[in-house]
């Protein structure tokens, strides 16, 4: 006997795609690295557009409340630092978020100054005209950029010389930063009316070919806005796709027509699109720092009905019916075939919460649609579409 499943979770959304390319399947056994942004949606609360890739400070250091027990002696034995409180007890001064931003204006490119493999150093001035270097941990796994900074620290605390760098103050940034679901929730169809536009609403078709997270940019109040156009392509109204020889894009969002024919049309977006949704509801990278495809990652997870470890550890309250709206468009846009994919209108309708493209054809049979969707679905207000659903529910 099958074991009842909850009514309300996603089971089975990439069914569908799991049967099309069930060869790309990847263990769901391997242990999941800390969901922390890492350069995508990092929360910046500034009047200008920042890129999402800014959203939070890349001059700061995470530190999780998930810290090893070593981890946490020597945050206390060498500075003093208790981990519960996020303090440190040292005669450094410790800078805001808001500070760093304001002294780099918002580390601008322009005030990048060097860089290494998981550091970046820009060029500040604090508010008391003091002009200083501050450096920014951008890579690594947690653990390793907390031995790594409490060592930097060791060393700079004890150095004092006209000729050698003084440490004046350090910015740790904690969990508080992370983008809560309703934003989440807004930038995801905020994107999606954005890539409407521009396949549907302007005079001729226009495909991005380079949706992801760094180019999504978020004005003070989190609407979403796209950017980087440099790999865009006019679609004339008579062709179906592009052919394209020459292999432009980012890996983690390319779909599999485009990687095996160079195939380009409104389903390149779409698929990358449904690649930016899985970011959005679990915090991870499209490609994290192994080259793990995201994608590739959460399918079976998805398979399993394990939602609770796809979803961010990090978003605390979030609504069940957006979850399940979102879920459910990124499991179509990511189909392997992209004749199945939606078009982007069709996202947002599903994303606001019509189903309408759903009841409307015999193609899709998600399992996540008659788990989650079951009753809203049985109300159909045409007696034609509810009987197409009761043939395949």
């Known amino acids: 006997m099958k074991e009842k499943l909850d009514s309300s979770s996603p089971t089975g959304i990439l069914e569908d795609y799991f049967r099309?390319?069930?060869?790309?399947?990847?263990?769901?056994?391997?242990?999941?690295?800390?969901?922390?942004?890492?350069?995508?949606?990092?929360?910046?609360?500034?009047k200008s557009s920042k890129p999402v890739?800014?959203?939070?400070?890349r001059s700061v250091l995470n530190l999780s409340k998930r810290l090893s027990n070593s981890m946490r002696e020597s945050l206390h034995l060498h500075f003093g630092f208790d981990s519960n409180v996020g303090s440190f007890n040292s005669p450094w001064k410790?800078?805001?978020?808001?500070?760093?931003?304001?002294?780099?204006?918002?580390?601008?490119?322009?005030?990048?100054?060097?860089?290494?493999?998981?550091?970046?150093?820009?060029?500040?001035?604090l508010k008391n005209g003091q002009v200083v270097a501050i450096k920014t941990l951008t890579r690594g796994k947690l653990e390793e950029n907390i031995g790594d900074f409490l060592l930097e620290l060791g060393i700079m605390a004890h150095v004092n010389h006209p000729n050698t760098a003084k440490l004046i103050g350090y910015?740790?940034?904690g969990l508080k930063e992370k983008l809560e679901w309703d934003i989440r929730y807004k930038i995801a169809i905020g994107t999606a009316k954005g890539l409407r536009y521009l396949h549907q609403g302007c005079q001729r078709r226009i495909i991005h070919r380079d949706i992801k997270a760094a180019n999504i940019l978020l004005t003070e109040d989190f609407e979403p806005q796209i950017c980087?156009?440099?790999?865009?392509?006019?679609?004339?109204k008579q062709w179906t796709h592009h052919i394209v020889s020459k292999f432009e894009g980012t890996f983690g969002y390319l779909p599999p027509e485009y990687l095996s024919h160079g195939i380009v049309d409104e389903k390149?977006?779409?698929?990358?699109?449904?690649?930016?949704?899985?970011?959005?509801?679990?915090g991870r990278r499209a490609l994290d720092y192994s080259q793990q495809?995201?994608?590739?990652?959460?399918?079976?997870?998805l398979k399993k009905n394990n939602v609770r470890e796809v979803v961010d550890p990090f978003i605390t309250n979030y609504n069940s019916r957006q979850m399940n709206l979102v879920l459910l468009s990124a499991s179509l846009c990511i189909q392997h075939s992209s004749i199945r994919r939606p078009c982007m209108s069709q996202v947002v309708q599903i994303l606001s919460g019509d189903l309408s493209y759903v009841r409307g054809t015999r193609k899709i049979q998600i399992p996540f649609l008659r788990k989650a969707f079951r009753e809203e679905l049985m109300r159909a207000e045409q007696p034609r579409l509810r009987d197409v659903l009761l043939e395949h529910l």
């Open 20 to 46: 099309s390319s069930g060869s790309e399947s990847t263990s769901s056994g391997e242990p999941k690295p800390p969901a922390f942004w890492h350069g995508i949606f990092k929360l910046v609360r500034s």
């Open 53 to 57: 890739s800014k959203l939070h400070p």
């Open 94 to 125: 410790n800078f805001t978020l808001r500070d760093l931003q304001a002294a780099t204006n918002y580390f601008s490119h322009e005030n990048l100054i060097g860089k290494g493999g998981y550091a970046e150093v820009y060029r500040g001035c």
């Open 171 to 173: 910015g740790i940034q």
């Open 228 to 236: 980087d156009f440099g790999l865009a392509k006019w679609l004339p």
């Open 268 to 282: 390149t977006d779409v698929f990358a699109f449904g690649v930016l949704l899985l970011e959005l509801v679990t």
């Open 293 to 301: 495809s995201l994608v590739l990652w959460a399918k079976p997870l």
